[in-house]
């Protein structure tokens, strides 16, 4: 009985730790508001070295472009207009046309630039490309062949062009194809419009609402923007322009304008983290193993999960295959991560008041410039007992499978289990 209640008790401290840990992210470092706009962070921790003569040979890759300016005008413009209408007559604090000058040097760099690759964006993925380079030199080595897809969006492009451009400076000999078509779509980007119209309706989308509904927070920010409550709450969607003004707020920091100025500062720790909860959330329906939509959002990448099992499997065939990379979107890293329910994210969580408690957090799974990289080891080309390592955002990561070399898996096993569960799916 004493050890149940202590099983118990560990459990719940485990829970609440988790749910604590999320807004101890907040304390340390705001910019993880940002969700799926936080600038690639990079490696956190050193990686585990390979069991005894084994040495890597082969990596798979999937990657989210890097950091972009926002896609279209309507969050710069919005945020704009109406603080520039309410400055025309007279109804912003000094805070409001502060904030105000701010909006027009970011709307100004923004423009004509929909959804591109920033500066800071192409430098993530030189830095990807770099440490893979060094951490697996044996994959890179000589006139090794290196394997680039893109789906067909310029930051994608670009963004697989500056990884290649770095893999190039450390070795010219390397044999390079790299090509963005249509083609390759069906699983560099699948689209799929029978789990599209599940994403958000029904009992998903009134759940969503109402748990929205109550962790909105602006009053705070509207009085402290303009100088007349009763001219905000007649003239402006409020919930609408704070949602706004934190995504503006957080997509600085992609931007080379951080160096100047930033807008966070407008939002206290914990109305970020309220407007957070809102787009994790959010995440979690439309794409990720919500059990209020069914649980299967995260089989609209079964098309790529089998594109890098055959991809892999042709390459173990090989003496020295080098690398297959693909630059893609978040919404092909999120739901792949859940399928492979890697680190535990593919858990079905039914109520979203609990997502953060039990650790579903977006900014840990999807940030700009987001990877995954399977890395393959073996002892020779005749080795038949290969091994792998999952890589997401460059640290070692988890599967649903049993091993004796954690964190390090055998390639059997994987192929086994994953083929299983693509099979068994039924759209």
């Known amino acids: 009985m004493r050890k149940t209640i202590l099983l118990w008790c560990a459990l719940a401290f485990s829970v609440a730790s988790f ?6 992210d907040f304390k340390k470092n705001r910019l993880v508001s940002a969700g799926n706009y936080w600038a690639y962070p990079g490696p956190l921790r050193p990686q585990t070295p390979a069991p005894k003569g084994y040495r890597p040979f082969y990596i798979s890759h999937y990657g989210r472009h890097g950091s972009r300016y926002l896609i279209g005008m309507k969050e710069y413009d919005t945020t704009y207009f109406t603080l520039l209408r309410a400055d025309s007559v007279g109804k912003l604090t000094p805070l409001g046309r502060q904030t105000l000058g701010k909006l027009k040097l970011i709307r100004e760099e923004a423009m004509g630039r929909d959804g591109e690759l920033t500066q800071r964006g192409a430098e993530q993925h030189k830095g990807i ?3 893979m380079y060094q951490n697996f030199p044996e994959v890179f080595a000589g006139r090794a062949t290196v394997d680039a897809k893109s789906t067909v969006i310029i930051r994608c492009i670009l963004s ?3 990884a290649l451009q770095q893999l190039l400076v450390l070795n010219p000999q390397l044999k390079i194809r790299h090509d963005a078509s249509y083609h390759d779509m069906y699983y560099m980007n699948q689209t799929d419009d ?3 119209a599940r994403k958000m309706r029904g009992a998903a989308k009134e759940e969503w609402m109402a748990f929205a509904k109550r962790h909105d927070r602006y009053e705070r920010v509207m009085n402290a923007l303009f100088s007349d409550e009763a001219y905000w709450k007649a003239n402006v969607n409020a919930s609408e322009l704070n949602k706004m003004l934190i995504k503006v707020a957080n997509n600085v920091q992609s931007t080379e304008l951080r160096h100047q100025l930033q807008l966070l500062d407008l939002f206290t720790d914990e109305e970020l983290y309220e407007n957070w909860l809102i787009g994790n959330a959010r995440w979690y329906i439309m794409y990720g193993p ?7 959002q995260p089989y609209s990448q079964r098309n790529l999960l089998r594109n890098i099992i055959q991809q892999a499997d042709s390459c173990i065939a090989l003496p020295h295959p080098g690398a297959t ?13 859940c399928l492979l329910d890697l680190n535990g994210n593919g858990r079905q969580i039914a109520d979203l008041e609990k997502l953060a408690e039990q650790n579903w957090v977006d900014y840990k799974i999807f940030p700009m410039a987001s990877n995954l990289q399977f890395v393959f080891y073996r002892r020779s080309a005749a080795d038949k007992d290969v091994l792998f390592k999952v890589l997401l955002n460059e640290n070692e990561a988890t599967l649903p499978l049993k091993t004796d070399v954690a964190p390090y898996y055998h390639w059997k096993d994987f192929r086994d289990f994953y083929l299983r569960k693509l099979d068994a799916y039924r759209p």
């Open 19 to 24: 749910g604590q840990q999320a807004k101890q």
């Open 129 to 131: 490309a770099r440490r």
């Open 160 to 162: 697989m062009e500056n």
């Open 194 to 196: 029978s789990l599209q």
């Open 290 to 296: 919500s059990p209020l939509n069914g649980g299967t």
């Open 325 to 337: 990379l693909r630059y893609g979107h978040d919404t092909m890293v999120m739901p792949l991560v």
